[in-house]
């Protein structure tokens, strides 16, 4: 099969018309990204913020132009819109601040069909093992009995494919939605799955955006009890992002004991209890550290902030993971402690802690019905 080329595709979009009909999608400036991996295209094209539907036309086009190259396997185009300089923001809170706009409004029910429970793992920064802990708790839940996926939310670091040792590219339904990949008995879903490991996302905000909804809303989950999702670390655009277009049933907060971790931590929460999303619990990871030569035990990090702070803001705790070589060596080789070594230590820690997230989950605890928020943003 011929390799498809970056080159390629801009030339045979030369053949397309933008929205005006007459100048070239290669020369309109609305093209804003063409990348291809493994037979697969991804286009980006910036739309109008104000009527971005109105590029729909647009979009079909561009899609059936690149289906047609020799030797492209599927086809991704995302739409993406931006606010321009200069442009005002809506505005009309009542007191004169800027508010974003309202979400389109969409049927009732599930905003993801077939899935009851979206759960955000987050931090307030990076380092303090949020992948792992995602990870293990998807595992854990999922051997609780539970229908389980997780979405690596993380586009500018994935790291869901090596963690849970996934090395191929998911598949694609006839209708066009990808098909995640399981393993450990967990759907997963990653941008790492569509480029190479050592590829790096050089990618302007609203395509990270576009990039998210896709993976969210073209992916084929259900059946899902719970998706997990990998949050990356801050309290960004992702956060907001997924906060305002999915009713998150919960965010569990991952933090190191020290203090600088914990001030982190402390944003995080206070910024998904602003956007209105339940906090399920706070988990203290790298606790402390046992040494497997002479049982000492070390608090290299501290211990117990996390629990405190926690007790603090009034949230959950949902309980404490060990600094230890056989998780970082299990992560690191694609087999979650949680699958690997169900009865150890380090395993039934994260399985405390996916009970927990759990029980608040059933009925007559965090509902599953709970709309996404409208959001006000003050200067």
């Not at 093992?129 to 389980?148: F, Q």
């Not at 790291?159 to 849970?164: E, N, V």
Request: proline content about 8%; hydrophobic content about 40%; glycine content about 10%.
């Amino acid at each position: 099969m011929p390799m498809v080329s970056k080159e390629k595709v801009i030339a045979v979009l030369a053949n397309v018309t933008a929205q005006d009909g007459k100048t070239p999608m290669s020369e309109s400036g609305a093209l804003q990204g063409v990348s291809v991996r493994e037979g697969k295209v991804f286009v980006a094209i910036q739309a109008d913020q104000g009527n971005p539907g109105a590029m729909e036309g647009v979009r079909k086009a561009v899609d059936e132009a690149v289906r047609g190259i020799e030797g492209v396997t599927d086809v991704f185009v995302t739409l993406t819109a931006e606010l321009q300089p200069g442009s005002t923001p809506q505005r009309g809170d009542g007191h004169g601040q800027p508010r974003q706009k309202a979400p389109p409004k969409r049927p009732d029910g599930d905003p993801i069909p077939g899935v009851k429970h979206i759960v955000a793992v987050a931090s307030g920064k990076g380092g303090v093992g949020k992948s792992t802990t995602s990870a293990n708790i998807a595992v854990a839940l999922a051997a609780l009995g539970l229908k389980v996926g997780i979405l690596d939310a993380d586009i500018y670091g994935p790291s869901m494919p090596r963690l849970l040792g996934i090395k191929t590219k998911p598949d694609v339904t006839a209708d066009g939605q990808l098909m995640p990949i399981s393993n450990h008995g967990v759907k997963v879903i990653s941008i790492g799955m569509l480029v190479d490991e050592d590829t790096p996302m050089v990618w302007r905000g609203p395509m990270v955006m576009s990039a998210l909804t896709q993976l969210l809303r073209e992916v084929a989950w259900a059946p899902l009890d719970v998706l997990v999702v990998d949050m990356p670390p801050g309290t960004g655009d992702t956060q907001l992002t997924m906060s305002q277009n999915v009713p998150l049933s919960g965010a569990v907060i991952v933090s190191t004991p020290q203090d600088l971790a914990l001030l982190d931590a402390r944003r995080g929460i206070a910024m998904f209890e602003r956007v209105h999303v339940p906090i399920l619990g706070v988990v203290e990871n790298m606790s402390y550290f046992i040494c497997p030569k002479c049982g000492e035990r070390s608090e290299i990090f501290a211990h117990g902030g996390a629990r405190q702070e926690a007790e603090k803001m009034k949230v959950p705790f949902l309980g404490e993971v060990p600094l230890d070589m056989a998780i970082r060596e299990l992560s690191d080789s694609g087999n979650p402690v949680v699958a690997a070594d169900p009865q150890s230590p380090h395993a039934q820690a994260y399985m405390a802690i996916a009970r927990r997230v759990l029980e608040a989950l059933e009925p007559g605890g965090i509902s599953s019905s709970r709309k996404a928020p409208m959001f006000v943003v003050e200067s």
